[in-house]
């Protein structure tokens, strides 16, 4: 663990320390933080973006436990601990449920232990993966999850890093192709239905690693092809089974038949 955070950069601004600054969490750097400001200038709403998001992740984990009975969640792209994290959420609802995250962060890494509380009758592991590698994930997975029943995979926020919309599927029918019918995808991103969040989006990009990229509702659906999707199907955060003010942040929850 020391190796790899020894090899951090402090003066590289990342995605998992910025969205940290924006959620109000301690784990990040002065190039973080002269990111997020630069952004929260052009879109002030962006933190509370942040938050919005969040809440989103504990609906669609409460909904996916006590309504779609799944005890196994496999979160890629986790970042760094905050609030209400997966397995603080799931276990509250059902204290047997499973939790793997999955992140390939050198600074999350050095925090995995603040993500591996568990209750005693439920587990949760970290796995120092990338999201483009789908079977090492699985196979390091598999440890502490029974690929053999239904899992849940959360995808919040992370396929708007990989820029083509084929990889992005090709990814999540890697992921799903090991998982039996009645697993879930939850995921949210970014859409560009905003002139403002396309503008502090190209900041991020010219600042921050890795790059993202905006998708439109639309493309989004795509993403969810051959899944079930969930009602009310694809839909700003605020408005998965909420009442909130339309963001450019859209979620889904896909169920494989």
Not at 74 to 91: E, F, R, S
Request: glycine share 6%; proline share 6%; with cysteine.
């Amino acid at each position: 663990m020391a190796e790899d955070v020894s090899r951090l950069d402090t003066n590289v601004p990342e995605t998992a320390r910025i969205w940290n600054y924006l959620l109000g969490g301690a784990d990040n750097f002065a190039a973080d933080r002269a990111v997020g400001d630069q952004i929260m200038a052009t879109l002030p709403q962006l933190a509370d973006n942040a938050r919005l998001s969040r809440a989103f992740l504990v609906r669609a984990v409460r909904f996916l436990v006590l309504e779609a009975g799944i005890r196994q969640f496999l979160d890629i792209g986790t970042g760094l601990p905050t609030a209400d994290n997966t397995h603080q959420v799931a276990q509250a609802a059902a204290p047997d449920a499973r939790v793997v995250y999955v992140d390939n962060d050198p600074l999350v890494l050095a925090h995995a232990r603040e993500l591996l509380t568990s209750t005693p009758e439920g587990a949760t592991d970290y796995v120092h993966e990338d999201l483009r590698d789908p079977e090492a994930i699985l196979r390091a997975a598999a440890r502490t999850l029974d690929l053999d029943k239904p899992v849940a995979l959360a995808l919040m926020g992370v396929l708007g890093h990989i820029e083509s919309d084929h990889t992005a599927r090709s990814i999540l029918a890697r992921l799903l192709r090991n998982l039996p019918s009645g697993s879930y995808v939850a995921m949210y991103d970014g859409a560009d239905t905003d002139p403002a969040t396309r503008e502090a989006t190209r900041i991020w990009n010219v600042s921050a690693n890795p790059k993202y990229h905006l998708r439109s509702p639309e493309r989004i659906v795509h993403l969810f092809e051959g899944l079930e999707l969930v009602h009310p199907g694809v839909v700003p955060v605020t408005k998965w089974r909420s009442d909130g003010l339309e963001i450019s942040q859209y979620c889904a929850v896909g169920r494989k038949p």
